[in-house]
Nanobody, 122 residues
Framework: QVQLVESGGGLVQAGGSLRLSCAAS????????VGWFRQAPGKEREFVAA????????RYADSVKGRFTISRDNAKNTVYLQMNRLKPEDTAVYYC???????????????WGQGTQVTVSS
């Protein structure tokens, strides 16, 4: 079992930045790939970014490419999502998820956090 806790969400003006953190406990976190997903009201949960266990492979949704950066610090059991040039359409609950390998579908991931709210005002 892996427990994931997201933090760092909040309210920010359009064009601003936030850094989300996903802290893990339980199983050895460095063994897991981690993805970030988001879900806005009335919408499906969608892929945002993912990173392999080593950090050597990253993937981004087209909607965030060039603005968001995913990284990890395995020594701290933490994965980060740096979000720059935020837009109102980025408003959503952001979730981190972990599994043995990188994937882009929510169904791929076995372990999930409870989410952190990101609100971007215009």
């Amino acid at each position: 079992q892996v427990q994931l806790v997201e933090s760092g969400g909040g309210l920010v003006q359009a064009g601003g930045s936030l850094r989300l953190s996903c802290a893990a406990s339980g199983r050895t976190f460095s063994d897991y790939a981690v993805g970030w997903f988001r879900q806005a009201p009335g919408k499906e949960r969608e892929f945002v970014a993912a990173i392999s266990w080593s950090g050597g492979t990253t993937r981004y949704a087209d909607s965030v490419k060039g603005r968001f950066t995913i990284s990890r610090d395995n020594a701290k059991n933490t994965v980060y999502l740096q979000m720059n040039r935020l837009k109102p359409e980025d408003t959503a609950v952001y979730y981190c998820a972990a599994d043995r390998a990188l994937g882009v579908l929510p169904s791929w991931y076995h372990y999930w956090g409870q989410g952190t709210q990101v609100t971007v005002s215009s």
